[in-house]
Every structure is written in C-alpha cells, then in structure tokens.
C-alpha cells in the first residue's frame, strides 16, 4: 500500500506565505509525477500545480508567479511554496502522486493524500 500525508497548511492573512509538504511511503518504486490540487467549498477539485520526476512544472494560471512546487526524489516528497496568498486560494489541498509500485511491472497508480486545510484571511 502506498500513503501520501499532507502538512503545512494552517490560517494566514492575504498576502502571507505557507508551506504545504507531502511525504509518500509505502510499496513504491518510481514516483512519475506529483503534484497538488485544491477544492473549495462548493466547487470541484482542480489542479493546483504538478512536477514530474525530471522537474518540469506545470501551473494554473491563477497561481502563476506566486506558487512554486518542488520534489526531492531520494525523499519521495515534493513542496509546494505559497506566497502572496489571496483569500481565493482558501481551499482544502490534496497532494496527488502517480508511480509505479514495482520494478518489473510498469503499471502507473494514481494515489491521493487526506488534504490539508488552507484558509486566507483577514
């Protein structure tokens, strides 16, 4: 089995700066991608920012310049630094890992974390 456990998030005013940082553990052997997504009350869950194991980055506009995401391969974790913070980017965040589980099979498994709650306020 494969966990994925969120922690970083916490209350912060428009225009500070958090941390959210995602650990895997479990039966992996390469983690291809990871990445964060995000849901409000009310709205879907979308994605937030990805990484791949070789660093290329994707981005939704509406964090663009102030978000960045970062991965430490030997660790099996990746980051994702929060600045400049808006009251629209309160939302519960799910970091999000797709691997492979063994050597000799190359079977991709998407796996989810339990999310973390980010709130944005004054």
């Known amino acids: 089995q494969v966990q994925l456990v969120e922690s970083g998030g916490g209350l912060v005013q428009p225009g500070g700066s958090l941390r959210l940082s995602c650990a895997a553990s479990g039966t992996i052997f390469s983690i291809n991608d990871m990445g964060w997504y995000r849901q409000a009350p009310g709205k879907q869950r979308d994605l937030v920012a990805t990484?791949?194991?070789?660093?290329?980055?994707n981005y939704v506009d509406s964090v663009k310049g102030r978000f960045t995401i970062s991965r430490d391969n030997a660790k099996n974790t990746v980051s994702l630094q929060m600045n400049s913070l808006k009251p629209e980017d309160t939302a519960v965040y799910y970091c999000y890992a797709r691997l492979t589980r063994s050597s000799s099979n190359w079977r991709e498994y998407d796996y989810w974390g339990q999310g973390t709650q980010v709130t944005v306020s004054s």
């Open positions: 990484i791949s194991r070789r660093g290329s980055t």
